[in-house]
């Protein structure tokens, strides 16, 4: 009984030696991983901190350098000043052709002219105003069935292209100027009238009138061909 409690007393004794040297060789290896595990956890934050934090101070250098400092000028910045600052005369002649070259302006416009005397007889209508206009006037009174006056015709475009702007040559037709060949106390047709410058009556023909006949009267009333 002694050998076998001996016995369980040594087994007890060696199993709680192993115990003991399993723990203590157990102590050692577990530290390590307990600081690796803390290690991570206080590395991490630490990028996650830091990257603003580098972030925004580089962020803020950037405005505030070109505030309180200029910024060197860059060797590209250097040949273009000359051209904004100043330019030389030779780069501002090349404008001054494209000035001299410009078209012409275009001619002024010619005055209006008075339009040109009418080369035919006047109507019947304008009587009163030849007698005030300052010129010598014939007027040659007839009608569209009188054979005389027809003939009568091409001597008055005759005198009316000949003395345009120098005496007034008129027809009137009876019937259609009746009042008017009342009032000249026309009889017979074809009749001329001759006035002066002033609206005279001056000569009366009854009858056909040549152009040599008609080149006389005016020449008394001062009219030159």
């Not at 009984?1 to 087994?11: H, T």
């Not at 052709?97 to 005055?111: G, R």
């Not at 475009?157 to 009342?182: F, L, S, W």
Request: net charge neutral; aromatic share 4%.
């Amino acid at each position: 009984m002694k050998r076998s409690g001996i016995l369980i007393f040594v087994l007890i004794l060696a199993v709680a030696g192993v115990l003991l040297a399993k723990r203590l060789t157990k102590r050692p290896p577990e530290r390590p991983p307990v600081v690796a595990a803390r290690a991570p956890q206080a590395e991490s934050p630490a990028p996650q901190t830091s990257a603003p934090e580098a972030s925004a101070p580089a962020a803020s250098a950037q405005p505030t350098e070109p505030e309180h400092q200029p910024a060197p000028p860059s060797p590209t910045d250097e040949p273009k000043r000359p051209q904004t600052e100043a330019r030389p005369a030779e780069q501002v002649k090349p404008d001054r052709p494209a000035a001299q070259s410009a078209p012409p302006a275009p001619p002024a416009a010619p005055a209006p002219q008075p339009a040109p005397e009418p080369a035919h007889p006047l109507s019947g209508a304008d009587l009163s105003a030849c007698l005030t206009s300052g010129r010598p006037t014939m007027a040659d009174f007839g009608a569209g069935w009188c054979q005389p006056c027809k003939q009568m015709e091409p001597v008055l475009e005759q005198a009316a292209a000949k003395y345009a702007g120098k005496a007034n040559i008129v027809y009137i037709d009876t019937d259609e100027y009746g009042r008017t060949a009342r009032q000249y106390q026309i009889r017979l047709i074809p009749t001329q009238i001759f006035f002066d410058s002033e609206g005279k009556e001056i000569f009366r023909n009854i009858g056909l009138f040549p152009i040599e006949k008609i080149d006389e009267q005016l020449a008394k009333l001062g009219v030159q061909q």
